[in-house]
């Protein structure tokens, strides 16, 4: 409504015409819900890589969000005492939706500059996302900052990753959080203080402080939302896919734009997917292991290649270690005549044989198995004709909800399947990771763009 009003040009009118054009064009506002919401991105200060972060939050934040429009200030470069001249007054608050804070303005002592961009904020009600040395600016002689961030925080720990747990799985900003991350490189920060009424929504054991520490909260400043994560120092780690789309949650929810159920309003989820997580890089098969055969997988221009004896190619990597509860996974899938394949669920790894543990969506288009892509292998089988041709990509999705188990090839439906509550045996949901099958030295399988989307246990 702040925006309606100055655009309009009624501040200072009598409240009774106030009140007349508020009514008149209330309705109008509500309806536009598909504007962009317009993001200031403060950073700089040196200590990070801040070029490289910029481009990493404007294309991964835009490929979740879509409908999102970035201003950058950058001015300071690497100064950390630096002010920058867009805070000369509070009129620049009314310009944006939300301000997203990646920067490291630590040594800047003029309060009076701290103070105007609070007052900005509370003034316009301008919501705020706080990532990383966010935390630790304007360390000035005033706690205002502190105050407005929601938490007191001086330092860090030593440069090594570690484990973020999620200890409010059902806020919406944690819907599409894994239960465990384990980050693949950190600099944790020590919260000394976490102001009253902050919300804690993860937090992460310090090795060198011997304690846990608040990584992510949220909270409200004089009726100011504001989102805050410590996580970033690193390339690696800002870049991460789990940190991603933990930002862009923050930031929709900062900016009134996250439903209850963690998804974004309409108009505010970009082609990727929000909420997917990469399981693999795209170069190399780090954070997979092969059992027997490993010479049955390798990877190929942006493919992994499946050719060879009998293999399988277990998920270890960070995104909760693989282990899956309930989840949406998807893949692009490419299969030659003849070929037999599966991606095993609720697996675990072993050295040698056919898993044992876990269900398999089966992979098969021409092969004499009449079992055929779309079957929950043995369980619930698509008989004789396959959903998909071979020497063509294919999208496969496998869900997971509670014992409710859905396949789909290229958007159809091929499989549904409820668990009985009296199945047992190691070939039942559970628990555990992803697999990819190598089943004999004249299959030849091609696979690409692994994601999943965990949901809480």
């Given at each position: 409504m702040k925006r309606c009003i100055n655009r309009l040009g009624v501040v200072g009118l009598p409240l009774s015409i106030l009140?007349?054009?508020?009514?008149?064009?209330?309705?109008i506002n509500a309806m536009q819900t598909d504007d962009p919401l317009e993001v200031l991105m403060i950073t700089g200060g040196g200590w990070h890589d801040y070029e490289a972060q910029i481009e990493i939050l404007e294309e991964g934040l835009t490929e979740r969000i879509g409908n999102i429009v970035f201003t950058?200030?950058?001015?300071?470069?690497?100064?950390?005492?630096?002010?920058?001249?867009?805070?000369?007054?509070?009129?620049?608050?009314?310009?944006f939706d939300v301000v997203l804070y990646n920067h490291c303005h630590t040594e800047i002592e003029d309060v009076s500059y701290i103070e105007q961009i609070v007052n900005a904020h509370v003034e316009h009600?301008?919501?705020a996302v706080m990532l990383h040395c966010a935390m630790h600016s304007y360390r000035a002689d005033t706690d205002l900052w502190f105050d407005f961030v929601g938490a007191r925080s001086h330092r860090h720990e030593g440069h090594q990753p570690f484990t973020v747990e999620s200890i409010l799985t059902d806020h919406p900003i944690m819907a599409n959080f894994p239960r465990t991350w384990r980050t693949p490189h950190g600099e944790l920060y020590e919260i000394v203080e976490?102001?009253?009424g902050a919300k804690p929504l993860a937090r992460a054991y310090g090795i060198d402080t011997d304690m846990y520490h608040d990584v992510v909260w949220t909270y409200e400043y004089e009726g100011v939302p504001i989102f805050s994560s410590t996580l970033g120092h690193h390339n690696v780690?800002?870049?991460?896919d789990v940190n991603l789309n933990l930002v862009a949650s923050g930031l929709l929810w900062a900016a009134g734009k996250l439903n209850d159920d963690g998804t974004p309003q309409e108009a505010y989820e970009g082609d990727r997917g929000f909420g997917w997580i990469s399981l693999w890089d795209g170069e190399t098969l780090d954070g997979w292991r092969a059992s027997e055969n490993t010479e049955s997988f390798w990877v190929e221009d942006e493919r992994i290649v499946v050719d060879g004896p009998r293999s399988h190619l277990f998920y270890e990597g960070p995104v909760t270690g693989g282990d899956f509860v309930n989840f949406e996974f998807k893949t692009d899938v490419y299969t030659y005549p003849e070929a037999n394949s599966g991606v095993f669920f609720h697996t675990r790894f072993q050295d040698y044989g056919w898993p044992q543990y876990g269900y398999e969506a089966q992979v098969n288009a021409t092969h004499s198995d009449p079992r055929k892509t779309g079957s929950l292998y043995a369980v619930s089988d698509v008989m004789d004709d396959a959903p998909h041709e071979d020497h063509e990509w294919f999208h496969y999705y496998i869900e997971v909800d509670g014992r409710d188990i859905v396949f789909k090839v290229d958007d159809e439906m091929v499989m549904s399947f409820a668990e009985p509550k009296t199945r047992e045996g190691t070939i039942s949901l559970d628990r555990g990771?992803?697999?990819?099958?190598?089943h004999d030295p004249n299959s030849r399988i091609y696979f690409r763009d692994l994601y999943i989307r965990v949901w809480p246990d």
């Open positions: 009140f007349y054009v508020l009514a008149i064009t209330a309705p950058v200030d950058n001015e300071v470069g690497e100064a950390h005492d630096q002010t920058i001249s867009r805070h000369d007054n509070t009129d620049w608050a009314t310009q009600q301008l919501p976490l102001k009253q780690t800002m870049g991460h990771t992803i697999s990819l099958q190598a």
